[in-house]
């Protein structure tokens, strides 16, 4: 595109900064896959058999190897446009600047819509597959449910999970009676941290956006939350496959594009997040029960 300025390409390091900031899920991201074409990848995997008693006699048993190539096709994709006319960027002194908007709206539209979209769509398989409960984080121990929905998944290793708690969740866990903890002042006598960030080896991430922490999601603008509200989600890493295809941000000057005496301002994301098939029972959720 001519006299156009691409954000990604000049500043690509500063804005997936922005974007890891703004985006709980980023260590969710699988950094490579092989692509098949414009929208499909493929996860390659395999499977081996097992011993088999040796005989002395001479010999090997041999095994099975199964190499299965999974292909997964992308669909969520957005995009969205702003015009800004010259005089509003001059009279708000840059306030309108292509890089105040670049920020604000990755900080508060595109990093959270990819939590909400990738909480949704995790959320959504583990309700089809029966791997959730119902309860309200009001009348639950949350020590002792969180405990035991972390041993249904412990099989694939405390490092290898992360688990998203709502903050009432969270306050649930810190009010807990079933352990103690010595809490220590910090940053001089200023600063006292109380959240609880680790359990039993497993990460624990605080969701304090509750609107992201749904079931469900409509995403005709933006989006807003229509489902149940989480109150945690436990994932194995190698059960999810969360990958952006195209992340464009370009920038036009005025006069360089035909649509006003302004700067044009676009901003595309092309991503998808898919549960892997042979491993559906690495996540677990627990949902707010509805209301009777």
Same mark, same amino acid.
């Given at each position: 595109?001519?006299?156009?300025?691409?954000?990604?390409?000049?500043?690509?390091?500063?804005?997936?900064?922005?974007?890891?900031?703004?985006?709980?899920?980023?260590?969710?991201?699988?950094?490579?896959?092989?692509?098949?074409?414009?929208?499909?990848?493929?996860?390659?995997?395999?499977?081996?058999?097992?011993?088999?008693?040796?005989?002395?006699?001479?010999?090997?048993?041999?095994?099975?190897?199964?190499?299965?190539?999974?292909?997964?096709?992308?669909?969520?994709?957005?995009?969205?446009?702003?015009?800004?006319?010259?005089?509003?960027?001059?009279?708000?002194?840059?306030?309108?600047?292509?890089?105040? $908007?670049?920020?604000?709206?990755?900080?508060?539209?595109?990093?959270?819509?990819?939590?909400?979209?990738?909480?949704?769509? $995790?959320?959504?398989?583990?309700?089809?597959?029966?791997?959730?409960?119902?309860?309200?984080?009001?009348?639950?121990?949350?020590?002792?449910?969180?405990?035991?929905?972390?041993?249904?998944?412990?099989?694939?290793?405390?490092?290898?999970?992360?688990?998203?708690?709502?903050?009432?969740?969270?306050?649930?866990?810190?009010?807990?009676?079933?352990?103690?903890?010595? $809490?220590?002042?910090?940053?001089?006598?200023?600063?006292?941290?109380?959240?609880?960030?680790?359990?039993?080896?497993?990460?624990?991430?605080?969701?304090?956006?509750?609107?992201?922490?749904?079931?469900?999601?409509?995403?005709?603008?933006?989006?807003?939350?229509?489902?149940?509200?989480?109150?945690?989600?436990?994932?194995?890493?190698?059960? $999810?496959?969360?990958?952006?295809?195209?992340?464009?941000?370009?920038?036009?000057?005025?006069?360089?594009?035909?649509?006003?005496?302004?700067?044009?301002?676009?901003?595309?994301?092309?991503?998808?997040?898919?549960?892997?098939?042979?491993?559906?029972?690495?996540?677990?959720?627990?949902?707010?029960?509805?209301?009777?």
């Amino acid at each position: 595109m001519p006299n156009a300025i691409n954000l990604v390409e000049k500043y690509g390091q500063e804005l997936d900064q922005v974007v890891k900031q703004a985006t709980l899920t980023n260590v969710l991201e699988t950094p490579n896959v092989n692509w098949m074409g414009a929208q499909t990848f493929h996860v390659p995997t395999v499977g081996v058999t097992g011993y088999q008693d040796h005989s002395r006699n001479g010999g090997w048993n041999r095994g099975e190897v199964d190499t299965t190539n999974e292909p997964y096709t992308l669909s969520f994709d957005r995009d969205v446009e702003f015009f800004v006319d010259r005089m509003d960027v001059d009279e708000s002194n840059q306030a309108a600047s292509a890089g105040n $908007i670049t920020r604000t709206f990755l900080n508060e539209k595109a990093g959270p819509e990819v939590d909400a979209y990738r909480f949704s769509k $995790i959320a959504t398989r583990a309700l089809s597959d029966g791997n959730n409960t119902e309860e309200s984080v009001g009348s639950v121990d949350v020590y002792d449910r969180l405990k035991s929905d972390i041993l249904k998944v412990r099989k694939y290793g405390p490092n290898n999970l992360v688990a998203y708690l709502s903050s009432s969740a969270m306050d649930g866990l810190e009010r807990s009676d079933k352990f103690t903890r010595n $809490i220590q002042v910090q940053n001089g006598g200023t600063a006292i941290e109380t959240r609880v960030t680790s359990l039993d080896g497993v990460q624990l991430v605080e969701v304090w956006d509750a609107e992201r922490f749904s079931t469900e999601h409509d995403f005709t603008t933006g989006f807003s939350a229509t489902g149940q509200n989480i109150n945690w989600i436990i994932v194995n890493r190698g059960s $999810i496959v969360a990958k952006t295809k195209i992340n464009s941000i370009y920038l036009f000057e005025p006069g360089a594009h035909t649509q006003g005496d302004g700067y044009l301002y676009q901003n595309r994301m092309y991503h998808d997040l898919f549960v892997m098939k042979n491993k559906a029972d690495g996540i677990v959720l627990s949902a707010e029960a509805p209301a009777a």
